[in-house]
């Protein structure tokens, strides 16, 4: 008989939180069987700002999602994001020391924990130690170097850190609900899982993440993530100048944002309208379609600007043939994919996650809830659920075993770090 377990990931958004629930079977085979979401309370640019809030948003969430499995569920794998979230690239080199010069898993473990001696300030932590490559004696672009022989072995690795107060209420906040956090994992780095081909990951691209509070950018090349950034500005800031400048609240706002707005204002003609709610709530106006565009493409204009910076700065301009991916819920803007490869000069896809047909298969027969309004889900518009879908795909790649994070416990010590790395080397190489 077939085993299955259960999977969840929980993405912690600003505008939204989500919590997919997935089974896994012993061949591999990933089914979706719950979806729950919740409008996001209690958090700002990914970072919680108010603890009882947002416990009472993720309740929401995995309760919702936990209606439509027909199961509980008792542990999850958290995504992370927001502006305290940074990256370095590392450095790390040890000898061999087995008699027979053969490289062991210790060895590997060691080498990674010596890229790990840098400057890291007190108030933050590690989150993932990714490896990028190994060297052995010279050697270069290494990927599985268990097994082999020789006398000195390098890697290079990329170290995503977090400041410890976000990561720490943020696991607090899960464990109000009652439920243990197998692992937290770098939103981009899940989402990558979801959305970007190996091919692509090989050939070098840029996965950009649109949240509502920031936008998170990984630049992949050589099957391995090599950089990373977080920037200030998000979907969020576009439905904020919506509501601004057409006097209309901040709900009706982001409505229009997806369903009338395009990502330029030269997509449009003139005598367009739309029609939006007025500030009182009480009547509606209507407004030209074009206005709402001008006020869209500034942004989005200053959005890529800062994406084409972080291309320049990572130092892989010009190296990444597979081009842009843009996911998360602002990725759904009419025209957006055009208007970011005119702007950046290369190819532009939106990411559709790879489990997207089974969950539009599985929402078209359930209700989809965001607040108080429901709807079926399409294949194209599963680019919000891009990190969830993620998030399950990551945790589904992991060797089962007790929650990293129990309630009531600190984040794991440097043997279970090292044991979670030895399973993203394995899962990446």
């Given amino acids: 008989?077939?085993?299955?377990?259960?999977?969840?990931?929980?993405?912690?958004?600003?505008?939204?939180?989500?919590?997919?629930?997935?089974?896994?079977?012993?061949?591999?085979?990933?089914?979706?069987?719950?979806?729950?979401?919740s409008p996001s309370v209690g958090l700002r640019k990914g970072v919680v700002v108010d603890i009882d809030d947002t416990v009472n948003s993720i309740e929401t969430a995995?309760?919702?999602?936990?209606?439509?499995?027909?199961?509980?569920?008792?542990s999850v794998y958290v995504g992370?994001?927001?502006?305290h979230i940074s990256s370095i690239n590392s450095h790390g080199v040890v000898a061999i020391t087995g008699e027979d010069k053969e490289i062991s898993q210790e060895d590997i473990d060691r080498v990674i924990e010596a890229s790990q001696i840098v400057a890291i300030p007190p108030e933050r932590k590690i989150l993932h130690v990714l490896p990028r490559g190994f060297v052995i004696d010279g050697c270069q672009n290494i990927k599985h170097p268990l097994g082999m022989s020789g006398v000195r072995l390098e890697v290079e690795t990329h170290i995503v850190t977090g400041s410890i107060t976000s990561i720490e209420n943020l696991i607090k906040s899960v464990h109000k609900v009652?439920?243990?956090?197998?692992?937290?994992?770098?939103?981009?780095?899940?989402a990558s899982q979801a959305v970007l081909s190996n091919s692509e990951k090989e050939l070098g691209v840029v996965l950009v993440d649109?949240?509502?509070?920031?936008?998170?950018?990984?630049?992949?090349k050589d099957g391995s993530i090599w950089y990373t950034s977080v920037l200030p500005v998000g979907g969020d800031h576009i439905t904020s100048d919506i509501a601004v400048g057409l006097r209309t609240p901040i709900t009706t706002a982001e409505e229009i944002k997806i369903s009338d707005g395009y990502a330029s204002a030269?997509?449009?003609?003139?005598?367009?309208?739309?029609?939006?709610?007025?500030?009182?709530?009480?009547?509606?106006?209507?407004?030209?379609?074009k206005l709402l565009c001008e006020i869209i493409e500034p942004r989005v204009d200053e959005m890529f600007t800062l994406v084409q910076q972080e291309i320049k700065e990572s130092g892989y301009d010009g190296?990444?043939?597979?081009?842009?991916?843009?996911?998360?819920?602002?990725?759904?803007?009419?025209?957006?994919?055009?208007?970011?490869s005119d702007k950046l000069e290369l190819p532009v896809r939106r990411g559709i996650p790879k489990k997207a047909d089974d969950l539009a298969d599985f929402a078209s027969n359930n209700i989809y809830k965001v607040g108080k309004q429901e709807a079926n889900i399409s294949e194209g518009s599963t680019a919000i659920f891009a990190t969830g879908i993620g998030l399950v795909c990551y945790g589904s790649e992991q060797e089962p075993e007790q929650p990293i994070i129990k309630k009531g416990q600190k984040k794991e010590g440097m043997n279970n770090l090292l044991n979670r790395v030895r399973g993203w080397f394995e899962d990446v190489f």
């Fill in 1 to 37: 008989m077939t085993e299955r377990r259960i999977i969840t990931g929980l993405d912690i958004g600003t505008t939204k939180i989500c919590a997919i629930i997935a089974e896994v079977s012993n061949d591999e085979i990933l089914d979706i069987i719950g979806i729950g979401t």
């Fill in 62 to 74: 995995i309760m919702n999602a936990e209606r439509m499995a027909g199961i509980e569920v008792d």
């Fill in 80 to 83: 992370i994001a927001g502006s």
């Fill in 178 to 190: 009652g439920i243990d956090v197998e692992d937290v994992v770098l939103e981009p780095l899940a």
């Fill in 210 to 220: 649109i949240g509502g509070g920031t936008t998170d950018v990984a630049i992949f």
């Fill in 266 to 289: 030269d997509m449009v003609s003139e005598d367009e309208e739309v029609e939006v709610l007025t500030t009182s709530g009480q009547d509606f106006k209507k407004v030209s379609r």
């Fill in 319 to 340: 190296l990444l043939p597979a081009g842009i991916v843009i996911t998360g819920g602002a990725s759904l803007m009419k025209r957006l994919a055009e208007l970011a």
